[in-house]
């Protein structure tokens, strides 16, 4: 019975919602009605003049509210890569929905966001002249927000140890000397009154010193990433910006690509980046390796879902290398600001078991944790 309904449920999509009245979908499968949304978005093109009036009878329809980038995110929701593709391909080709890549006026009007960044990065190769160039604002202004947010945070964990053997002029509650504020002021000791007369109050200063440290981003820019990626762009230009790291930034798919000339403009290197491919984190550590001067203040960090395109035994060969250099090895299974990980779980342990610090890390969690490293 259930294989029956699994595919009564199928001829309800190749239908469409005008069989409602004939075919019904299973109550247990929440994704169907969805899924005929966004079909309906896009097949409904196919009835021309008539889907007008067919408009009409039904007194409007949930995919008619829908706009493209709302589209784009729900069909990569719901469907597998391969159907994904057809989609889209039938969405351009077939059907001219090409409003984001060729229609300036559509850019203008949509919220600048990150799910908007997200469906610009997808879809840039097809842009091209105004719409480009509106598109690079749009992620500059994303880009700028997020940065906004993080930089913050990222400076107060490098910056903020205290230390205790100097002292500020910046006056903070925070930044209280109280064993300093009270050795020097009991000679001011009132006897009578037993109270303590402060003539002078001592403050803190931040801690500067620091030995600079060589920061290898290597980003993994399969599609499944681009969270990880966006965030990974944004911190590698702020890291960049921090006087005690030399910082770097490698992405890679099958093939690996040295972005670090363009490190500090994360829209540069936004719009380096080519979504999709294979992945070959073996290829791509490798290659980090080989920016290792001084091991023992190089740090190499991995942002990636650990699934290997082939064989995980080169990946592991050359990690160990790596950690057995004196560098540090850390693999991100996530980085952005939910940091909810998806990952291959046997590399994981194995790279772990090797010495490496492996975790799912808001950027700000990675941002405490190097401070604390470097310093």
């Known amino acids: 019975m259930a294989d029956e309904q699994e595919i009564l449920n199928r001829w309800r999509l ?23 949304s966004v079909l309906d978005y896009l097949y409904s093109r196919e009835y021309g003049e008539e889907q007008e009036v067919r408009k009409d009878r039904t007194g409007g329809s949930e995919g008619s509210r829908l706009t493209v980038p709302y589209w784009l995110r729900q069909i990569k929701r719901l469907f597998p890569k391969r159907t994904v593709e057809i989609l889209e391909r039938h969405a351009l080709e077939k059907y001219g929905m090409t409003e984001l890549v060729t229609d300036p006026e559509v850019l203008r009007k949509l919220e600048p966001n990150k799910e908007l960044l997200k469906t610009i990065l997808e879809l840039k190769h097809m842009m091209k002249g ?65 109270q303590l007369i402060l003539e002078k109050v001592y403050f803190n200063s931040r801690m500067r010193k620091y030995h600079r440290w060589r920061v290898v981003i290597c980003v993994d820019e399969s599609g499944s990433m681009l969270d990880s990626v966006i965030h990974s762009a944004v911190m590698a230009g702020i890291f960049a ?62 942002v990636t879902d650990l699934y290997e395109g082939g064989s995980c035994q080169p990946l592991y060969s050359v990690a160990r290398g790596i950690i057995e250099s004196g560098a540090k090895l850390v693999v991100l299974t996530a980085l952005d600001m939910e940091a909810v990980p998806n990952y291959n779980r046997n590399a994981a342990a194995e790279l772990a078991d090797m010495g490496a610090f492996v975790g799912a890390m808001t950027p700000e969690e990675l941002a405490e944790w190097m401070g604390k490293t470097v310093l």
Do not use: H, W
């Open 130 to 194: 105004e719409v480009l160039e509106l598109a690079r604002e749009i992620v500059k202004k994303v880009a700028e927000e997020i940065a906004g947010k993080l930089e913050q945070e990222v400076r107060r964990s490098f910056f903020g140890q205290l230390d205790r053997n100097a002292s500020s002029p910046v006056r903070s509650a925070r930044n209280l000397d109280m064993k300093k504020t009270i050795r020097r002021n009991l000679k001011n000791y009132d006897t009578e009154r037993r």
């Open 14 to 36: 190749v239908l469409g919602k005008y069989s409602a009245g004939q075919i019904s979908f299973s109550s247990g499968e929440i994704n169907y009605m969805d899924m005929e």
């Open 241 to 302: 910006k921090l006087p005690m790291l030399d910082t770097r930034l490698v992405i890679f798919d099958t093939n690996v690509v040295d972005l670090s000339g363009y490190v500090e403009d994360p829209v540069e290197t936004l719009m380096s980046i080519q979504l999709g491919g294979g992945t070959n984190i073996a290829g791509a550590l490798s290659y980090c390796e080989g920016l290792i001067d001084f091991p023992y203040r190089t740090m190499v960090v991995l």
